[in-house]
């Protein structure tokens, strides 16, 4: 398969398109290696986690570059995004999932443990694929399970590049990587052998997974699509926190599930929060990741850029465009960051989830109808509330219905922070110790005395 850089449409390289047969075969290898590995001690883990992280750490450049050329972001954004990755492999090789014992009374010794699965499918999006990795890979090794990776059909260049690197320090099996045209998902979440999927990606597929999952009740975390909402009381400074809400909402071009994805800000600030974001908006530097000064890339894939596009005439229709709604004449997928005021629920930007470079801008009286139209919304994944009184803000966050909830900030991720969607944002939790559980079942030892 051809891979295209989204800066400029050209092919970056070719990457095999994994066959039915070998995706079978990818399995059989996890499986064959789940119970030596499942059989190693915590310790030897943590040694494979760090040695990766090693690796990664030692290749970041080449696997900024490449991260780069496929998925569009900024190189200097590609290269926190490796040695990022490293770090969570790291940190994850330090986490604990000790036995704990729950009763040693005259009569019984009752112990709690955790079990490995077996093996895992993790499935990726193209927004982010080597931090997505790190998400889930380190954690279901450290637990004692193998994996089999499938990344984005479009951005499979880093992932293949760090399976290179590290399949020198892996045992065999252990790690395994399928890429495929987008057509293999179906089979790997079906498949009578794997435990367990942890998938990233959007609620329509994440729809499929945990139905195909069912079948053989494999164990599901999904991490699912945002329609994140921002809300700022009318208490807070324009000034002070539009740099804070324009990196929320723009950062990796907006395609990021975290994202803010609806601002609501109160009627006494709105007018002077809608010129301070469009002056950033105007100031930002679009263009080729792999130039310096670029701050914001372009759309990852042709398809995204075709839906953003469709959003684009929606915010016309449907708003005011107070900065930005210009496409790229070249032959990249770019649209400049574009700020739209005026618009309302009921039009498409707001009510869906946009994944791109376009912030509609709502505007609120009563803190109350805030957190209604907030979360008037399928969406759970993440929100924020931006506010000069702290007390205030906690208050307001009581109320949303999200996974996570910022207060005058929005995307903060750390190994440490587990991260869950609500509702239809996901099921299940990642990062920190409450992700590592995810990897594991519980097997409750009860031993008469
Ligand atoms: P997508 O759902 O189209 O694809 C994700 C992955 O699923 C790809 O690897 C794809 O090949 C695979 N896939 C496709 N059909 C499948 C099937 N039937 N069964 C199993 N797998 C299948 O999502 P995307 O367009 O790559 O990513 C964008 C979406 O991901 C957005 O909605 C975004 O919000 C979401 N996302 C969520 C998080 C999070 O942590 N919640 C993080 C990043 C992205």
Redesign the pocket.
Known sequence: MAIANPATGEPVATCPRGSARQLDAAVAAAKAAFPGWARTSLQERRRLLTTIADVIEANADELAALLTAEQGRPLSDATLEAHGTAAFFRHVAGLEHETRVLDDGPDRRVELRRRPLGVVAA??????PLL?IAFKVPAALLAGNTVVV????TTPLATLALARLIAEVTPRGVINVVT?A?DL??R??DHPDVAKVT???????GL??MA?AAKTLKRVTL????NDAAIVLDDADPRAVAPGIFHGAFWNCGQV?LAIKRLYVHDSLYDELCEELAALARQAVVGDGSDADTQIGPLQNRMQYEKVKGFLADARAHGRIVAGGELSGSAGYFVAPTIVADIAEGSRLVDE?Q?GPILPVLRFSTTKEAVERANASPYG?GASVWSSDLDRAVAVADQLEAGTVWINKHIDVAPHIP?A?AKQ??IGAELGEVGLLEYTQVQVLNVKK
Do not use: M, Y
């Open positions: 499935i990726l999006p193209w927004n982010a997505v499938k990344p984005a059909a495929d987008n998902g179906d790997l979440t998938f990233t990606g959007s609620t329509a597929t499929k997974v195909n991490e699912l699509g945002g599930c989830e994944f994944l991260q969607g944002s996901g």
